[in-house]
T-cell receptor
């Protein structure tokens, strides 16, 4: 079963615009991660935010986490055509020996950035 | 390239045949994970290893599936008597577990399995 739900399922924007994707999850987490996947390829880790953090930045990416609402958002600023991909949130609820365990992914947001 | 490799990248097989996939993680990583991804969905957890020990298996991993990591390095995932429903992308990921620390998972390019 999938923990997270991304919203929207698909997003189409013009280059230069900002893209915002949201993720909701169901259970308590240790951390939440965002991954990117180009069509038919493997996943690339973008950013990790721990449960005690509220906001994190990496380059043009900004991630927020609201544990009271069990939700997160990923903002990509000044989007480029090369940002076209599927974006997934994944939650790590911890477990044996702490640290990372299995990731539970949502169904993803398919982002299309048009030149 | 994340440093995690998978082989083969594509596999077409007939229903009822056995298939085996290999994953080579980043060398210093002690955790290895297998996920399955069907079209339009996010990856679903199958199993993971810490060194050579298989610590958890998903209910998705039926008796026809078996995974090994014999020396705590590479891993294999075998599917016996394949069914059309096994058609999917099989993803491997690795990470390094250090007590009190958290590290991201690095994914391989995946093996796309088509069962005809």
């Amino acid at each position: 079963s999938q923990q997270g739900e991304e919203d929207p399922q698909a997003l189409s924007i013009q280059e230069g615009e900002n893209a915002t994707m949201n993720c909701s999850y169901k259970t308590s987490i240790n951390n939440l991660q965002w991954y990117r996947q180009n069509s038919g390829r493997g996943l690339v880790h973008l950013i990790l935010i721990r449960s005690n953090e509220r906001e994190k930045h990496s380059g043009r990416l900004r991630v927020t986490l609201d544990t009271s609402k069990k939700s997160s958002s990923l903002l990509i600023t000044a989007s480029r055509a090369a940002d076209t991909a599927s974006y997934f949130c994944a939650t790590d609820s911890g477990g044996f020996s702490g640290g990372y365990n299995k990731l539970i992914f949502g169904a993803g947001t398919r982002l299309a950035v048009h030149p | 390239d994340t440093g995690v490799s998978q082989d083969p990248r594509h596999k077409i097989t007939k229903r009822g045949q056995n298939v085996t996939f290999r994953c080579d993680p980043i060398s210093e990583h002690n955790r290895l994970y297998w996920y399955r991804q069907t079209l339009g969905q996010g990856p679903e957890f199958l199993t993971y290893f810490q060194n050579e020990a298989q610590l958890e298996k998903s209910r998705l991993l039926s008796d026809r599936f078996s995974a090994e990591r014999p020396k705590g390095s590479f891993s294999t995932l075998e599917i016996q008597r394949t069914e059309q429903g096994d058609s999917a992308m099989y993803l491997c990921a690795s990470s390094f577990l250090l007590a009190g620390s958290s590290y991201e998972q690095y994914f391989g390019p995946g093996t796309r399995l088509t069962v005809t």
